[in-house]
């Protein structure tokens, strides 16, 4: 089933609907979840309440592309449950997706408005338009799907240690473009 006609089943208000979404689009979902939770019963209920999101937000919004959709209320909702459960702790390789980007990134405070957070994704997007396409993946595999390094070097056929370095290369020109932006010092 194409990702039109699950919309049109939303629009229609069909049960069917979640059905679809869960056998096109289920499994990134689980997955965007599971790398940033690591815990399959907290998973499984991020992926139900992301079916959820989509069920409240797809009428009235038509969304396009439906996995990237799906896949971004997946990731804030399994972002506010990983804060919920390690307000005290530490998860190992999704914090260290977050401190490999803190240097790349202006504090909280310099972006407290909406304005300036949304000058802040506007130059993040023009950064990643920027890119080549590998380079464009391997950024968007790691720091939106929290994928482990050793996952994208499987799907990039490289090696640990050299998407490692590309990463790093990556960010060091994040920063740079950043500082050029005026959102670092």
């Given at each position: 089933m194409t990702d039109e006609e699950i919309i049109s089943l939303f629009f229609e208000r069909s049960e069917q609907a979640i059905n679809e979404l869960a056998k096109k689009h289920?499994?990134?979902?689980a997955r965007v979840a599971r790398n940033i939770l690591g815990n399959e019963q907290d998973t499984e209920e991020c992926v139900n309440d992301t079916y959820l999101g989509a069920w409240n937000a797809i009428p009235p919004h038509r969304p396009s592309p439906l996995r990237t959709?799906?896949?971004?209320i997946a990731r804030n909702l399994a972002t506010a449950k990983y804060h919920s459960n390690t307000a005290e702790k530490r998860n190992s390789h999704y914090d260290l997706a977050l401190d490999e980007l803190e240097d790349c990134l202006a504090d909280k405070s310099s972006v407290e408005n909406?304005?300036?957070a949304k000058e802040l994704a506007e130059a993040i997007n023009s950064f990643m338009a920027s890119l080549n396409y590998t380079d464009r993946f391997l950024f968007t595999r790691r720091y939106w799907y929290a994928d482990p390094v050793k996952d994208i070097a499987e799907m990039a056929h490289s090696t640990p240690g050299s998407v490692t370095v590309r990463l790093f290369r990556i960010r060091e020109k994040l920063r740079r473009h950043l500082e050029k932006e005026g959102?670092?010092?």
């Amino acid at each position: 089933m194409t990702d039109e006609e699950i919309i049109s089943l939303f629009f229609e208000r069909s049960e069917q609907a979640i059905n679809e979404l869960a056998k096109k689009h289920g499994t990134a979902v689980a997955r965007v979840a599971r790398n940033i939770l690591g815990n399959e019963q907290d998973t499984e209920e991020c992926v139900n309440d992301t079916y959820l999101g989509a069920w409240n937000a797809i009428p009235p919004h038509r969304p396009s592309p439906l996995r990237t959709f799906v896949c971004r209320i997946a990731r804030n909702l399994a972002t506010a449950k990983y804060h919920s459960n390690t307000a005290e702790k530490r998860n190992s390789h999704y914090d260290l997706a977050l401190d490999e980007l803190e240097d790349c990134l202006a504090d909280k405070s310099s972006v407290e408005n909406a304005y300036e957070a949304k000058e802040l994704a506007e130059a993040i997007n023009s950064f990643m338009a920027s890119l080549n396409y590998t380079d464009r993946f391997l950024f968007t595999r790691r720091y939106w799907y929290a994928d482990p390094v050793k996952d994208i070097a499987e799907m990039a056929h490289s090696t640990p240690g050299s998407v490692t370095v590309r990463l790093f290369r990556i960010r060091e020109k994040l920063r740079r473009h950043l500082e050029k932006e005026g959102f670092l010092v």
